[in-house]
């Protein structure tokens, strides 16, 4: 599977049966499946989703916001409950081209993405173990109506 290092934003190949082996970066050695939220920047998020085949759930959140705040932990617990998902914060204030490109007009709001794709957002504050049976149910049925399409 294809994993984009969250700190240098090299695309790494890593073998299905070692991602439960903490696999790290080979440029840079930072860890690939660190099961807690990365920020990544506007200008590396397109390279990131892309090259990323793991499920990615985006939390777009800012400073001043102060249900971002409470989603904080929650997204945090949930990063340790659900290590098969990389789980990204973009801060929209910082990033105009993520938030235009997907039109964000609540923060916090949440994007679940695989292989690229965005197949589910929710807005607003939700708790941790409610965020994981969420993004996991869409990710199961998006598999399934992937192995019927193909
Ligand atoms: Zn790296």
Not at 27 to 32: E, N, S, V
Not at 74 to 94: G, L, N, Y
Not at 96 to 117: C, E, V
Request: net charge neutral; glycine share 8%; with cysteine.
């Amino acid at each position: 599977m294809h994993l984009v290092c969250p700190t240098c934003n090299a695309t790494n190949r890593i073998p299905d049966e070692r991602l439960a082996d903490a696999p790290v970066c080979g440029k840079c050695g930072h860890a690939l499946m660190a099961a807690e939220p990365v920020a990544i920047s506007d200008q590396a998020l397109p390279k990131f989703l892309a090259n990323t085949e793991a499920p990615v759930l985006i939390d777009f959140w800012a400073e001043w916001c102060g249900p971002c705040r409470m989603m904080a932990p929650q997204f945090e617990a949930a990063a340790k409950q659900a290590p098969e998902i990389r789980f990204v914060k973009v801060d929209s204030d910082a990033a105009p081209g993520a938030s235009q490109r997907y039109g964000i007009r609540s923060i916090p709001t949440l994007l679940l993405f695989q292989g690229g794709k965005e197949i589910g957002r929710q807005s607003g504050v939700m708790p941790a173990a409610q965020l994981v049976g969420w993004a996991r149910s869409l990710l199961a049925s998006h598999e399934k109506a992937g192995k019927i399409n193909t």
